[in-house]
């Protein structure tokens, strides 16, 4: 990881942070209906990558704990990635909004 200093210049936490906030927007509109539901399990899970990154690199001089947030992490990506089906099935997005995200 040579001389990276904040978890912020990782690129792959820059790109969770991205999708984050794609997903927050998106949500927005969704039904009320959906509110406390499907909106507050794909805002959870989608912020949790880029946590679980940027725990990931205060852990690294840790091994097994830097893995457990990185697969913390990759398990977090697979979930959103999960929601996002849902969104897209229940034509709460676009298939086009939904391959992006993904």
Do not use: H, P
């Not at 997903?23 to 899970?45: A, G, M, N, Y």
């Not at 001089?61 to 849902?86: C, H, M, P």
């Amino acid at each position: 990881m040579g001389n990276i200093r904040s978890f912020k210049e990782l690129r792959v936490w820059q790109n969770g942070m991205d999708v984050a906030m794609i997903i927050f927007e998106v949500t927005k509109s969704l039904t009320v209906e959906e509110r406390f539901s499907l909106t507050d399990q794909i805002r959870r899970s989608s912020r949790s990558v880029a946590a679980n990154i940027s725990e990931a690199l205060r852990k690294r001089r840790y091994s097994g704990a830097f893995v457990s947030k990185l697969n913390d992490a990759e398990s977090e990506v697979a979930e959103t990635q999960t929601w996002i089906e849902i969104s897209l099935r229940c034509r709460y997005i676009s298939s086009e909004k939904a391959l992006e995200l993904t």
